[in-house]
C-alpha cells in the first residue's frame, strides 16, 4: 500500500542519513555476504573480532597457516557523496578528507603485529565505490600506499573466492599425507568387499545346488509315498 512504501521510504531513509543506523547497515551487508559464500563458518571469519590492542573489527579472515587475521571494516561516507550530486565543486574535497580519514582510521586500527600487512575497507555501497573508481582514483594510491584495499560488496565477492581458494588448497596440501592415507584403506577395504562378496556369491551358489537337490530328494519322496497309497 501507499502507506507501507510510505514507511519503508522513512525508515531507509532514517538509515542512510543516522550515521550509526548506516553503520550498523554496512555490518549487516557484510554479514549477509560472507555467510552467503562462506557460510556460517567461525575457522573462516568472525564478525565483531576483537584484536590483541583492543580494537574491534567488523570482520576478521583467519587466514591459513598464520595466526594472524585479515581485518575488514565497513564504512559509509554518505553525506558528502549526497551532497556531491548537487555540487560538485564544493563537497568534492570535503568527500575525499572524508574518505582519507575513514582509510587512515582503518590502517591505524587494524594493521599491526596481530594481523596481515594489509586490511580491507568495505565501502558497501557501489554507487559510491563506482565514483571513487571514476572520479578519485588519488583515493586509491592513498589507500595502497596506506595498505589498505577498497572493496564493495562486488569486488569483496571476488576477494572472499579468492581466499576460501587459498584456505582449499592449503588444507589439501597440508592434509596430503592423511588423504593419501585414507584412500588407501579405502582400497584395502574395497578389494576386501570384492573378496567377500565372491565368497558370498560361491557359498549362495553352493546353498541353492544343495537345496534344489533336497528339493529333488522331496518330490521324488512324495510320488513313491503317492505311488505306495495307489496301491493299497
Known amino acids: ?20 543506523l548506516r ?3 554496512g555490518e549487516y551487508q557484510l554479514d549477509m555476504l560472507l555467510s552467503v559464500y562462506c557460510g556460517q563458518n567461525p575457522s573462516i571469519y568472525s ?6 590492542n583492543g580494537k574491534i573489527a567488523d570482520c576478521a ?13 565497513s564504512k559509509f561516507p554518505m553525506e558528502n557523496y549526497l ?26 586500527k587494524y594493521i599491526n603485529i596481530d594481523t596481515m600487512p594489509y586490511a580491507l575497507l568495505f565501502v558497501p555501497s557501489e554507487a559510491i565505490y563506482q565514483f571513487v ?19 564493495s560488496p562486488t569486488t569483496l565477492v571476488a576477494e572472499v573466492m579468492t581466499l576460501l581458494s587459498s584456505t582449499k588448497d592449503f588444507y589439501r596440501t597440508s592434509h596430503m599425507e592423511e588423504i593419501e592415507r585414507n584412500i ?7 578389494s576386501r568387499l570384492v573378496e567377500r562378496s565372491i565368497k558370498a556369491e560361491k557359498t549362495l551358489e553352493t546353498l541353492a545346488t544343495q537345496f534344489h ?6 518330490q521324488k519322496l512324495s510320488s513313491r509315498m503317492t505311488k505306495m497309497g495307489e496301491d493299497e
Open 1 to 20: 500500500s501507499l502507506n507501507q512504501m510510505e514507511d519503508y521510504l522513512y525508515r531507509m531513509n532514517q538509515v542512510m542519513t543516522n550515521t550509526k
Open 61 to 73: 579472515f583467519h587466514l591459513p597457516d598464520t595466526n594472524k587475521v585479515l581485518c575488514i571494516d
Open 83 to 108: 551532497n556531491l550530486q548537487e555540487d560538485m565543486d564544493t563537497y568534492l574535497r570535503p568527500f575525499k578528507m572524508n574518505m582519507k580519514k575513514h582509510i587512515d582510521d582503518v590502517a591505524n
Open 133 to 151: 573508481c571514476a572520479k578519485c582514483d588519488d583515493l586509491f594510491t592513498y589507500a595502497l600506499q596506506k595498505h589498505v584495499m577498497l572493496v
Open 184 to 190: 588407501l584403506l579405502l582400497q584395502e577395504d574395497a
Open 213 to 218: 537337490a533336497v528339493s529333488i530328494s522331496a
Open 23 to 25: 553503520g550498523n547497515w
Open 47 to 52: 564478525m565483531q573480532y576483537t584484536l590483541p
